[in-house]
């Protein structure tokens, strides 16, 4: 079992930067790809970043790429989500997750109670 915890979410103008964390307890926080997805109001939710477990290799939704950094520190049980040029179409809640089998955008088994984003324009 391992337990997730969210931070850093808040409201920020558009072109704005905010930082996630995403803090784990229980396990190995190593043994874990790590993943961040969000959902926006009335829509699905989907999946925006991970970075597996094995060697540390970053995957994003194209939507993100170039603006989000996925990140972890094994040593501080945590994994980030940088982002940078925010737009208003990137508000939703995020949540973040973790899997022991290296899956990257399904297949996640732990899933933290979401931080909310908010990017005005």
């Known amino acids: 079992q391992v337990q997730l915890v969210e931070s850093g979410g808040g409201l920020v103008q558009a072109g704005g930067s905010l930082r996630l964390s995403c803090t784990a307890s229980g396990r190995t926080f190593s043994s874990y790809t790590m993943g961040w997805f969000r959902q926006a109001p009335g829509k699905e939710r989907e999946f925006v970043a991970a970075?597996?477990?094995?060697?540390?290799?970053?995957y994003y939704t194209d939507s993100v790429k170039a603006r989000f950094t996925i990140s972890r520190d094994n040593a501080k049980n945590t994994v980030y989500l940088q982002m940078n040029s925010l737009k208003p179409e990137d508000t939703a809640v995020y949540y973040c997750?973790?899997?022991?089998?290296?899956?990257?955008?399904?297949?996640?088994?732990?899933w933290g109670p979401g931080t909310q984003v908010t990017v005005s324009s």
């Open positions: 970075i597996r477990r094995s060697d540390g290799s970053t």
């Open positions: 997750a973790a899997n022991l089998l290296s899956s990257i955008s399904v297949g996640y088994d732990y």
